[in-house]
């Protein structure tokens, strides 16, 4: 038997350690704990001589809030500058590569893009005179700042301020560059934030020298030039190495506004803003009133040009195309032909230009874009916008604005796809989607109707109906993007009646299928690519993408059925061309804010929109009427002397007269013995055209009689 006394003696040591253990924590975090509050204690009453009283204390308050606003302040501005960073990932440079002469459809040359190297001239090369003229009227302070001058805002600031307004700018010219390079024109906050923080990254990555010399080159010159080299050529037919004070102020005051100081178009206006470079430099330092006196009195002068514009909206957009294109080839200095017509692209700008002037003002209306489209895919004319020396913002390519019930077809022609006819019966009644309940137009409802009916009335509820009860949401939006929309659609059930964003050059895009007989991927602006040694490098008859069907041959027909009757008897009628059978259909967004017409012919598709650039409401402006009234007036112009083809589906592109027009028309005839004419527009066929095109060009291109050969010439003829 064990000893009981025994086993317990032999746990006991045991039981010790792990009580000496115990207590060894307890008091290790007792001594720990007494230590930290006694540093604590110490740095407390440390920290005490500086505590402030009184009235110190609210100003430490004050600036204390300050910071912490201003980090957070920091933070939200940086978030807003995040995707403007993202545009200096990739090759920003790549512009320089580039020197591209335009052609237009003819073989005329009509502009050029891109710098060219041998015309760029080193910033030590130039002029003294040419560098100080620039500076002291753009950044007088640009080697003294780092991207953005606080001191030259407040003086502009001041200036606005004391003239009552705008007369001096803010911006460096690294801000500047930074717009040129990166951003749009665009007047919003959001566009000032990405511009100063792309000031900085430019600062930080590029030296003075560099920052002056890409704004040199690429800054808009006016008369369709970019870079100071190239305005001095077509400006003063010289080298800038060779310019005069005189002429250097009439270059440096183009930066500010080159449409309104260009010297060609306005030579007085041009020499009164070279005085006022001539004043800043004697105000900057820069040279004495001495030295700029005989440039007062012996102002510059330019050699002749013709006051042609220049198409400089369709020529960014084909200087896009053409970097697309040509990316990957060796050459980046090409001739490039393209597919405008100026004719049709003057006939554009006059139109829109010319209902600006009439109806803006009623309107409360500043801004249009257009484009047309040969139903080839050939892009004939594009406006981005009133002025492009003004704005150089394309409104036609890169604004995303809301669409409307200009987005009502691409449902249709979803619905089409899937059985429906333009006979199919609907409700047009009260319907609710996730609580959201659209209006019609009238804010009242007909009750059943044909799906032709509604979309001529353009009746909003239908459109719903069909997404939610019978198509869905994707199908609508996967067609759409087949029709070749590039911007992105929205996938809410809102879409269908036009709360996307789209294109001028969509809307375009997207209704040349309907005119086109169904099929996607024609779109194009150019037709052929050229070394200047001649070597052809791209074709697009050669290499274009085999256009694909996208829509049906049957819901083509369906569809044109009925567009045709919008400008007839529907919200299009102030669009309808006299003579000529056309399609098309209105667009009016929320508040007013946007206005469209899209419409085609069996010949061209063309899209209008108006708006302001800052998304404010017009004065109840909607698609039918001054879009219409434009697309009505450009059209007209673009059908003279071309043979009319019908619109698929529409065996006549005529509109045919009423039975009774006819009937007088045939008693007239008789009476007088002769045989009734048919109903048709004053027009030539495309033979003739062509013809009459070819012997102008023989006319034009014939050598001269010389004068002592004359007279035995024409005996021999």
Known sequence: MENPFESRKSKAPRASKLLELDAWIDSTLYEAGFSAGERWERITIFFRRFRVYGWKRAIFELLGEGMTLGAAGCVLLLALAMPAFEETAGNWRAQADFAVTFLDRYGNEIGQRGIIQRDSVPIDEMPDQVVKAVLATEDRRFFEHYGIDFLGLARALSENVRANSVVQGGSTITQQLAKNLFLSNERTIERKVKEAFLALWLEMNLSKKEILQLYLDRAYMGGGTFGITAATDFYFGKNIKDVTLAEAAMLAGLFKAPARYAPHVDLPAARARANEVLTNMVQAGFMTEGQVIAARRAPADVVDRDNQKHPDYFLDWAFEEVKRLAATMPSHSLVARTTIDLNIQQAAEESLEFHLRQFGEDYGVKQGAIVVLDNDGSVRAIVGGRDYGTSQFNRATSAQRQVGSSFKPYVYATAMEHGFTPDSIISDAPITWNRWTPKNYTRGFSG??????????????????????????????????????????????????????????????????????????????????????????????????????????????????????????????????????????????????????????????????????????????????????????????????????????????????????????????????????????????????????????????????????????????
């Open 448 to 717: 059943r109707m044909t799906l032709s009916t509604a979309l001529i009335k353009s009746i909003n509820t239908v459109p719903v109906r069909l997404a939610k009860e019978h198509l869905s949401i994707p199908p609508i939006k996967a067609l759409t993007e087949s029709f070749g929309v590039e911007s992105p659609v929205f996938s809410d059930k809102t879409m269908v009646l036009g709360t996307s964003g789209l294109t001028v050059l969509d809307q375009a895009t997207g209704y040349n299928v309907f005119a086109n007989g169904g099929f996607a991927g024609t779109r194009h602006g150019i037709t052929q690519l050229a070394t200047h040694s001649g070597e052809v490098v791209y074709d697009w008859r050669r290499d274009k993408p085999e256009p694909k069907r996208v829509l049906s041959e049957q819901a083509v027909r369906s569809m044109n059925s009925i567009m045709v009757q919008i400008p007839e008897i529907g919200t299009g009628r102030r669009a309808a061309l006299e003579g000529i059978r056309s399609a098309g259909k209105t667009g009016t967004t929320q508040a007013y804010k946007d206005a469209w017409y899209v419409g085609y012919t069996g010949n061209y598709t063309a899209a209008v929109w108006f708006g302001n650039d800052e998304s404010t409401s017009t004065r109840n402006m909607t698609g039918g009427s001054l879009p219409a009234m434009t697309w009505q007036r450009l059209m007209t112009y673009a059908h003279q002397n071309v043979e009319l083809k019908p619109i698929p589906g529409i065996d006549n592109p005529f509109i045919e007269a009423p039975e009774e027009e006819k009937v007088a028309a045939a008693d007239d005839a008789g009476e007088n013995g002769e045989e009734p004419t048919p109903d048709r527009p004053p027009v030539m066929s495309a033979a003739t055209t062509v013809l009459l095109r070819a012997m102008a060009d023989r006319f034009r291109d014939a050598p001269r009689l010389r004068p002592d050969g004359d007279i035995e010439t024409l005996s021999a003829l």
